[in-house]
């Protein structure tokens, strides 16, 4: 099976890499949405995600009010919020193959793609509104993770990946931490990774409409279903002083700051463990350039 799936990876990079892709203000997602499941959220499948591992460790409990959609694209699924206009969590995961063709000579180049807005999607912002806000379109699954495939890049840079952040936060701790992450897995089969911001009602708002929740805080959440090991990362959404390192916290303490139930497929005693603890010196050390 794995077999399959490596060789499919290889033939879609040798298929995609066509040239730019140009902007466009009136460009819209590619319609690959084939059905909607009848839920409190709407499912929405792409038909086209494919795992290695059991994908149900990317499904996660959330509370009514933090998701309206679920979207379940090739390499990410987005549980978004058109309350808030951002998405709540997004989930993905990086396996040791994916890491290492993203890392490639050949792989996909970020400043080929632009940011677009998600037609499909009730709520989802436009590119411009993030304009002069002081914040910026920063990508919850990142695109160094997603650069083995053109298609999941540019699902990467849709807007219902992108949540209004610090802009010293993403491009300093934030980004530090997200490059560890990117290492981590390139030493071990796969990490399950969740994402996103931590919201609350009374959040500042951005955008043409003044609608576009500016979070609090973000979280990450890592975990290595072939070592039983897992630690979450919690920042504030403004410029981080010292390592990255010091963000570490355990997956528990990411549950009560955002009401999300990750990791619910694992059994309870297995899950309980796992979620009470974090070292971060049972993660390979990471230094990263300044």
Known sequence: MKKFFFLS??????????????????????????SQAAASATDVNTGNYTSTGDQSLLDVSLPANLTDQVLRYKAITIYYSSRYRVPSCVAYEQTNTQATMADAPDAEKRNNYNFNRDTKVKGCPDWWEYKETGYDRGHMAPA?????????????????????????????????????????????????????????NDVKRIGK??????????????????????????????????????????????????????????????????????????????????
């Not at 990876?9 to 084939?34: E, H, S, W, Y």
């Not at 009560?256 to 990750?262: A, K, Q």
Request: charged fraction near 30%.
């Open 9 to 34: 990876i290889a033939i879609a990079l040798l298929a995609g890499c066509d040239g730019n892709v140009k902007q466009n203000d009136n460009r819209t997602a590619p319609d690959t949405f084939m």
């Open 209 to 290: 409409h003044r609608d576009i929740a500016v979070p609090t805080k973000f979280y990450k959440v890592v975990y290595d279903p072939k070592q039983k090991k897992a630690i979450a990362f919690l920042f504030k959404n403004e410029k981080a002083t010292g390592s990255w390192t010091n963000y570490a916290v355990t997956i528990d303490e990411v549950e009560s700051v955002t009401g999300i139930d990750f990791l619910a497929a694992l059994p309870d005693d297995v899950e309980t463990t796992i979620e009470s603890r974090q070292s971060i010196r049972n993660w390979p050390r990471y230094t990263p350039r300044r």
């Open 144 to 200: 160094m993770d997603m650069r083995w495939d053109r298609e999941a890049m540019e699902q990467c840079f849709l807007m219902t990946n992108i949540c209004p952040q610090d802009h010293e936060l993403n491009d300093g701790e934030w980004r530090h931490m997200e490059e560890a992450i990117h290492t981590w897995a390139r030493r071990t089969d796969r990490l399950i990774i969740f994402t996103g911001p931590v919201l609350r």
